[in-house]
């Protein structure tokens, strides 16, 4: 049963990062996906005034959960494999990265792109978390 459930959560960490991926590319492609962006955009904008520091509230609290899931990795020696945290402190960078360095100028579907790119990085985190605090000690 919890390989099932793992594998149900990488896919849909996996359509967290697909869905970023196709939002960005049929938003140039398809007029009226690029006219309900336009109209999300302006939606967003209007709801939220202070998106920047919705912004960095976001990605300071992916950088706090990573930090946390590494140091409890190196704090408890856990059986867990290298790749899991190689994965999560990548994720956590292209979250991280792309939501610091872009915007709406850049990418016009940015406020649809970052949270599922957001969420994808919280999925691999929380599996990572969730790996080290319920797997058993190495015995050796």
Known sequence: MKKVIYWIVNLLEIAFLVG???VNYFTPRKMGMARFVMYKNMMIEEQY???QSMKMTAVGVVI???VITIALYFAKKKNVKISM???TLIMTAL???FTMLNSK???TAFYLMSPLIGC???IQILKTLISILFTKKVIK
Do not use: E
Request: net charge negative; proline share 0%.
């Open 120 to 122: 994808a990085a919280l």
């Open 105 to 107: 100028d850049t990418y």
């Open 64 to 66: 706090l959960l990573a």
């Open 95 to 97: 979250y991280c990265g």
């Open 20 to 22: 970023a991926y196709l």
């Open 85 to 87: 945290i190689v994965v």
């Open 49 to 51: 005034v202070n998106l």
